[in-house]
């Protein structure tokens, strides 16, 4: 895991939900010991003001998360994925 995505809790029909995304990496298991090493995590709770009805969730709340997580490590090697053929 190399990254946590937290959600605000208004984004659900049930009320106090709590969801996170969590982004993994795909890797053989290591023998001993764990693979992360660094963990980043982008809070989506801070300063939003969600609701199901009267303000959902869009694409236009994750432009920043979208734009933080392209500038980190992880990012880069995922955009360098996604141009491949």
Known sequence: MHTILRLPTS???????????????????????????????????????????????SMEHLKDFEQSFCATDFGVEFEALAHLP
Not at 24 to 40: H, N, V
């Open 11 to 57: 984004i659900f029909y049930a009320q106090g939900v709590k969801a996170n995304v969590l982004f993994f990496d795909k890797f053989e298991p290591l023998a001993r010991g764990y693979r992360t090493s660094k963990l980043w995590v982008y809070d989506l709770r801070t300063n939003v003001n969600l609701s199901l009805v009267g303000n959902p969730l």
